[in-house]
């Protein structure tokens, strides 16, 4: 039997609860078909949380799933061009037309899909960044040089939540493009995603008897992203993410994260998101979105 599973037509960090729910029990009870046929587009996020399915289920050592690619030309080519299908193949039987991978990624991609298994992948990918990056994040989104500074920071400690925490590898990608709609200004977009524990399996052995009966997957993300907790136990660790959360203080940024059934967020004036939702549709492993806008000019 074959259990199929549509992504959204529009496939983000918005919709990702929409494709979890789709998904059923987890594990996985039966062969996945996850049909995106009707895809149309998919951010980052979206891209790099598709590849922590199929990578938690090869994990499970469960039937690899089968993947209708999209339909639409643009879009396919797209996700050839962010090397989504280069990773991909290794996890997914895909169905359907795939384009060869362009020598070129999109202009507005700072990273394209890559994968973090270990410390040496984060310097990879965050130099990858520091050289290409500054001219677009001064010149398209205003940004200040320190400003481009932190955003190497934030980059570089999600990447490294990875390698620390997850037990396991994950997916980074880095865009920036126009939301017109939720924003009306261009925004640089740091996706990271793994297979991994999640923060409340991370967590539960040092935080789950001081917070008590509300433990759970919404307490762990709080105890990591607001009140800097780290499984570790040296000075200084679990800093990492209060120091994003800094940054994006400072820079009207966002920062959400999704770890099994919960998603808590930092959230800036312009975005309408709720802070924490819980009794969420489980989803493997953990979702990062950094979200930094570009800055307003200052009025005359």
Request: glycine share 10%; charged share 25%.
């Amino acid at each position: 039997m074959i259990h199929v599973a549509p992504v959204p037509a529009h496939f983000d960090d918005r919709t990702l609860d929409q494709f979890a729910q789709t998904l059923g029990p987890w594990p996985p009870a039966e062969r996945l078909l996850i049909d995106a046929r009707g895809t149309t587009w998919a951010s980052p996020y979206g891209l790099a949380a598709m590849l922590t399915l199929g990578q938690a289920i090869a994990e499970l050592k469960l039937p690899k799933p089968r993947l209708a690619v999209p339909e639409s030309d643009d879009t396919r080519s797209y996700w050839a061009r962010t090397g989504f299908f280069h990773h991909a193949v290794e996890y997914f039987e895909l169905a359907g037309k795939i384009p060869k991978r362009s020598g070129d990624a999109p202009g507005s991609t700072l990273v394209p899909v890559t994968a973090v298994r270990a410390a040496e992948d984060v310097h990879e990918v965050v130099g990858r960044v520091q050289e290409g990056a500054t001219r677009i994040l001064t010149s398209e989104l205003k940004l200040e040089a320190k400003a481009v500074m932190g955003f190497a920071m934030a980059l570089s400690e999600a990447c490294q939540n990875i390698v620390e925490h997850a037990g396991t590898g994950g997916w980074v990608a880095v865009q920036t493009y126009m939301w017109q709609r939720r924003l009306g200004r261009k925004v640089a977009v740091i996706a990271v995603s793994d297979a991994g524990v999640g923060f409340r399996r991370s967590l539960e052995a040092s935080e789950a008897k001081k917070v008590g009966e509300r433990w759970g997957d919404g307490a762990a993300l709080e105890s990591a992203l607001l009140h800097g907790v780290s499984r570790f136990r040296d000075p200084g660790r679990g800093q990492g993410l209060a120091g994003i959360k800094r940054y994006l203080l400072r820079w009207q940024g966002k920062i959400s994260i999704r770890s099994g059934t919960a998603r808590l967020s930092v959230l800036p004036e312009w975005d309408d998101d709720v802070p924490l939702a819980e009794h969420l549709p489980f989803f493997p492993g953990s979702q990062v979105q950094i979200t930094i806008p570009a800055q307003e000019a200052p009025a005359r």
